[in-house]
């Protein structure tokens, strides 16, 4: 799961379902987490005292420490601005407006995953990118990628229990391999997509990485068609194997981001894959076929990256229920968990002092 924060304009209009549009409300205006929980309980994704929004957020927190003023999950990071320019193909596919001909301005924010704001950087750690597309009608669409092709839970509860699996022991460091392997044991589905993640090791950087959206969403054409899609960005960028070792400069992966933004964009291609009926679009730790049909919908651009301070993404929920009309939610139970956690981490984090962020744009280019 990707983390949270909050929005300067909040979307005006958006297509989700009614569940869909109260838990993005959740993330936008600050709904009570208990009402959050409560809407929740009725979509089916928790039971009453076994997991809540609150909990899973407590989980976090536990494994990694408290860190007044930062997110509970990809802690690390760095904001960006950019823009979108739509070359018309996803019209084929859907009328969001994010698709129609033309150039949109981005908001981004590159991300490791973990809840250590000072961690120091390293190949294995996930790797994140949001995005905020500001439409012309007013809309907006986020999303929350990273740099692995499946997600290694299908439930919130298998995350959860992972959380805990995972949890640090005193003295090692490391996560109590009796309790990890009983885990496994239990979640088959979490070992086949850590088999799946081996398969794709990870590129030099932030910018020669592949970001995938994971989730599976619906997109409905003007003739009322409705088709199954993931998205993916593919980097323009040439593939480069990463640095061997372990380098000692501990933001390198951030610093190198910032001192090759310094000269040059950088640029991924928004691939759409299409599903077929029979894809499964419930869980996320299940790829498609590589046979499936890719729309190229237009090229997104990163021109430049900013320490994080209030007014860039920074403030920004990258809340994946937040959807133009024509994208709506597929029945993935952790896009209402993810939605509905982040709002909680956003609440926590808003009335905590803020602190200053362990990696800056001045820092990555001295």
């Known amino acids: 799961m990707n983390e949270d924060t909050e929005p300067a304009t909040p979307p005006t209009r958006s297509a989700v379902s009614r ?9 936008v205006g600050g709904i009570a987490a208990a009402d959050v929980g409560g809407f929740l309980y009725a979509g089916g994704w928790l039971t009453p005292d076994v ?29 960006a601005t950019g823009h ?37 950087d390293a190949n294995a750690t996930v790797r994140g990118l949001g995005l905020a597309f500001t439409l012309p009608n007013g809309e907006q669409w986020r999303t929350a990628m990273i740099n692995i092709p499946v997600f290694l839970d299908n439930t919130p509860e298998g995350f959860y229990q992972r959380l805990l699996a995972s949890t640090p022991v005193a003295g090692t460091g490391k996560p109590d391999p009796e309790k990890m392997a009983a ?23 932030f910018g020669d990485s592949t970001f995938h959206g994971l989730n599976a969403f619906g997109c409905t054409n003007a003739a009322g068609v409705t088709v199954a899609v993931r998205w993916t960005l593919v980097p323009e960028q040439p593939v480069q194997p990463p640095h061997p070792g372990q380098p000692p400069d501990r933001n390198y ?23 077929e009926p029979g894809d499964p679009t419930h869980d996320a730790t299940l790829p498609w076929p590589e046979n499936r049909r890719t729309l190229d919908v237009g090229t997104v651009t990163i021109d430049s990256v900013q320490t994080e301070e209030p ?3 920074r403030d920004i929920n990258f809340d994946p229920l937040i959807l133009p009309a024509g994208i709506t939610p597929s029945d993935d139970p952790l896009l209402s968990a993810r939605s509905a956690v982040y709002a909680r981490s956003f609440t926590r984090r808003t009335s905590e002092p803020t602190q200053p962020s362990a990696v800056t744009v001045e820092k990555g280019l001295s």
């Open 19 to 27: 569940r869909g549009v109260l838990l993005g409300l959740a993330a």
């Open 51 to 79: 997991l809540t929004p609150s909990r899973l957020t407590d989980r976090f927190e536990q494994v990694y420490g408290r860190h007044d003023g930062f997110r509970r999950n990809h802690a690390k990071g760095l904001s």
């Open 84 to 120: 979108f320019i739509s070359n018309g193909a996803g019209t084929a596919v859907s009328t969001a407006a994010v698709f129609q001909p033309g150039r949109i301005p981005v908001t981004g924010r590159f991300s490791l995953s973990g809840g250590l704001p000072d961690a120091a």
């Open 183 to 205: 885990f496994l044991a239990r979640h088959p589905e979490t070992t086949a997509a850590m088999q799946i993640v081996r398969r794709h090791p990870p590129t030099s950087g």
């Open 253 to 275: 992966l951030f610093d190198a981001l910032t001192r090759t933004l310094a000269g040059t964009p950088l640029r991924w291609r928004l691939v759409l894959t299409i599903g």
């Open 311 to 313: 007014g860039n993404a």
